[in-house]
């Protein structure tokens, strides 16, 4: 089992930037893909971004590349999401996700964070 506790979520000006974290325990994460997803209001849960725990790869949604950040520090068994150049169409709930294999498909995630809001104001 692994749990995972979002933090970092708030409320931002378009055009700025967030730090979210998500501090994990039971297992290593170093073992496991580490995933970002975002859920808005009256819409599906979708991916955002992914670190592979094989190889710490990482991948991106096309809507944040280049935007945002995934990183990792297996020491302190957290995962990290650098959000900048905030828009008002990335607000929603932002949750973390674990797998043990490679994959950015919200269903094949087995472990979920409660998720932290992140609103953006235009």
């Known amino acids: 089992q692994v749990q995972l506790v979002e933090s970092g979520g708030g409320l931002v000006q378009a055009g700025g930037s967030l730090r979210l974290s998500c501090a994990a325990s039971g297992r290593p994460i170093s073992r496991h893909t580490m995933g970002w997803f975002r859920q808005a209001p009256g819409k599906e849960r979708e991916f955002v971004a992914a670190?592979?725990?094989?190889?710490?790869?990482?991948h991106y949604a096309d809507s944040v590349k280049g935007r945002f950040t995934i990183s990792r520090d297996n020491a302190k068994n957290t995962v990290y999401l650098e959000m900048t150049s905030l828009k008002p169409e990335d607000t929603a709930i932002y949750y973390c996700?674990?797998?043990?294999?490679?994959?950015?498909?919200?269903?094949?995630?087995?472990?979920w964070g409660q998720g932290t809001q992140v609103t953006v104001s235009s």
């Open positions: 996700a674990a797998v043990s294999r490679s994959s950015v498909h919200v269903g094949n995630y087995d472990y």
């Open positions: 670190s592979w725990g094989s190889t710490g790869s990482t």
